[in-house]
């Protein structure tokens, strides 16, 4: 089974701090991703990256950056968090492009920026 | 660009009734259709897809068809359980790597 796993549940950080949101898998997927989910919204693709030091800026990637040094890890920084941060950070893998591939997700990380 | 439109909740069923999630899209090229589903407390997983015009995408006893004439791809089950309460969200990937996601019905099945 494809497995992805992210740090942390449950987060809580206060204003101004610097947040890392780390995502690991196992599958050896080329592409990673970061959504936030909020109500109302769905998810919203905040960064992906297609291979090891490439990423790409999704729809809202403002007051975040990402970073993929290896394969398997894929991590979101808040450089300095606020509190219309606060959401359900989601991250995903899937194979190289292809027709129905579907994507595999995290359990998510409840961050609340206090 | 590309979008989903899916059918506003929340949804509160009692069990064995039947269920329709509506969903449209609006997309360049030919998109892959997905559904997702999201239990209490976890992350999406995959519920079906489909991939082209015509296919139906079936799992669990949910059952969605890709329309292109009407660019829908409505979520249907005939008789749910509790243990179909989730949050359901309709997904689209066109000619990139992205996928793009409704907002998501909420359904709640009562015994």
């Known amino acids: 089974d494809v497995k992805v796993t992210q740090s942390s549940r449950y987060l809580v950080k206060r204003t101004g701090e610097k947040v890392f949101l780390e995502c690991v898998q196992d599958?050896?997927?080329?592409?990673m991703f970061w959504y936030r989910q909020d109500p109302g919204l769905g998810l919203r693709l905040i960064y992906f990256s297609y291979d090891v030091k490439m990423k790409e800026k999704g729809d809202i990637p403002e007051g975040y950056s990402v970073s993929r040094e290896k394969k398997e890890r894929f991590s979101l920084i808040l450089e300095s968090a606020s509190t219309n941060q606060t959401s359900m950070y989601l991250c995903?893998?899937?194979?190289?492009?292809?027709?129905?591939?579907?994507?595999?997700f995290g359990q998510g990380t409840r961050l609340t920026v206090v | 660009g590309n979008s989903v439109t899916q059918m506003e909740g929340p949804v509160t069923l009692s069990e064995e009734a039947f269920l329709t999630i509506n969903c449209t899209y609006t997309a360049t090229g030919y998109p892959s259709l997905f559904w997702y589903v999201q239990y209490p407390g976890e992350g999406l997983q995959l519920l079906l897809k489909?991939?082209?015009?015509?296919d139906k995408g079936s799992n669990k006893g949910f059952e969605a068809t890709y329309r292109k004439e009407t660019t829908s791809f409505h979520l249907e089950k005939g008789s749910v359980q509790v243990s179909d309460s989730a949050v359901y969200f309709c997904a689209l990937r066109s000619n990139d790597y992205k996928l793009s996601f409704g907002a998501g019905t909420t359904v709640t099945v009562r015994a």
């Open positions: 489909a991939t082209k015009a015509d």
């Open positions: 599958m050896d997927h080329e592409n």
């Open positions: 995903a893998s899937r194979p190289p492009t292809g027709e129905g591939t579907e994507a595999f």
